[in-house]
Every structure is written in structure tokens, then in C-alpha cells.
T-cell receptor, first 116, second 115 residues
């Protein structure tokens, strides 16, 4: 059973460009979470999605950031007009529904975004 | 809001030494508690978890006990190895205040084990 897949693993963008980060959850998992890890810091929650729905985006910056999890295909985290402060590692996690609660989250290897 | 506080690192130990990494939390509901480990250049791996008071999570020689009275979930290992060198994150999931069990992380503790 393949784990959570993320691509690309490393992404370099110049200021003002767009960054697209992809996440394929584990097989059978319908819940996806995105977290951001700034250098030498812990992970901070950004957004929680189920298929075709954003459930909680309380951790997303109000501008330039968006996320989707379509019916088919991976979840996408999109950052428009990137700035140097967006440089970070972005981790995706997935979980499945067990009863009425979501289960343990399993993390992907992350995408390390560098903005020049 | 929810928060997790970990001891600051780096923690440097010799091989076979005893390890304790302290973790305390505040939560509005009744959280589940986790320890994740991050090896250099990699993502997070679940190390262990506990879902209710007095539960003990254990894996690969690591242990942590959910202490509701002290709101703590300290990580311990009796004899560390060089291969345990990594960053350790304590986290909680508080289903009492959010629809999905988003994780709140501590700042991480870097462990360095010397031969």
C-alpha cells in the first residue's frame, strides 16, 4: 500500500510566479490536510479537505493561497505570486473516516519550496 | 486555543543513554496525543499515540503516557541509538473544537545521539 505521495519534492520559483503542490493520499483515504513548516519551526495547519469540499481553511493565508481536492486526481495547494516568505516545507497528510471520527494522519515526504 | 509546548533542543546524548523529551498541552476538548519523528530531509512519521487518559503509547523502544492530571505526554526511551537522531514533534488532535482532527504541533525537539 503506497503511502502519501507528494510532488514535486523540491520546487524553486522566482518572486511573482505561481507554485502548485500536489498530494495523492493513501489508498482508501478521503481526508487531506495541508501543513506548512517554516525553517526551524513546527508544523502549522493550513487547510482540511474532503473530496470536492473544503472543510476547514482557518490556517490558510487570506490572499494568494488556495486548495482543492477534486473528485478525481490529487489535492492541489496553489500559491499565486509567491514571495520569499512563502519559502518553507509543505506537508500533506491523509486519513480515513473511522466511525464518526477521522483516524490517524499519515504524512507525505513534503515539498520544499524555495522562492528566489 | 489549543497549544503544545515541548522542551527546546538540541538534546545531545551518548549512545545507550536514557532519553526524556517533555511535552505539555492545553486543549479545549479531550484530545488524542501523538509523537511524530522527522529524519533529515524527510516527512513526518508517526511514532506513537494515545487516545485517552493513562493510555501508554509505545513503539521501537519509545514510550509516552497520557497524563490528564498534569496535561503531559513525555517521550522516553531507555537506551538511545545513533539512528534515533532526528527531530521529534509532540502533537494533539482535539476533535472537540474542529470538524476534522487537525493536528496542533509543538515546536519540535532535535535529538543528537553520539557514538
Amino acid at each position: 500500500n503506497a503511502g502519501v505521495m507528494q510532488n514535486p519534492r523540491h520546487l524553486v520559483r522566482r518572486r511573482g510566479q505561481e507554485a502548485r503542490l500536489r498530494c495523492s493520499p493513501m489508498k482508501g483515504h478521503s481526508h487531506v490536510y495541508w501543513y506548512r513548516q517554516l525553517p526551524e519551526e513546527g508544523l502549522k495547519f493550513m487547510v482540511y479537505l474532503q473530496k470536492e469540499n473544503i472543510i476547514d481553511e482557518s490556517g490558510m493565508p487570506k490572499e494568494r493561497f488556495s486548495a482543492e481536492f477534486p473528485k478525481e486526481g490529487p489535492s492541489i495547494l496553489r500559491i499565486q505570486q509567491v514571495v520569499r516568505g512563502d519559502s518553507a516545507a509543505y506537508f500533506c497528510a491523509s486519513s480515513q473516516l473511522v466511525g464518526s471520527r477521522t483516524d490517524t494522519q499519515y504524512f507525505g515526504p513534503g515539498t520544499r519550496l524555495t522562492v528566489l | 486555543g489549543d497549544s503544545v509546548t515541548q522542551m527546546e533542543g538540541p538534546v545531545t546524548l551518548s549512545e545507550e543513554a536514557f532519553l526524556t523529551i517533555n511535552c505539555t498541552y492545553t486543549a479545549t476538548g479531550y484530545p488524542s496525543l501523538f509523537w511524530y519523528v522527522q529524519y533529515p530531509g524527510e516527512g513526518l512519521q508517526l511514532l506513537l499515540k494515545a487516545t485517552k487518559a493513562d493510555d501508554k503509547g509505545s513503539n521501537k523502544g519509545f514510550e509516552a503516557t497520557y497524563r490528564k492530571e498534569t496535561t503531559s505526554f513525555h517521550l522516553e526511551k531507555g537506551s538511545v541509538q545513533v539512528s534515533d537522531s532526528a527531530v521529534y514533534f509532540c502533537a494533539l488532535s482535539d476533535s472537540g473544537n474542529n470538524a476534522g482532527n487537525m493536528l496542533t504541533f509543538g515546536g519540535g525537539t532535535r535529538l543528537m545521539v553520539k557514538p
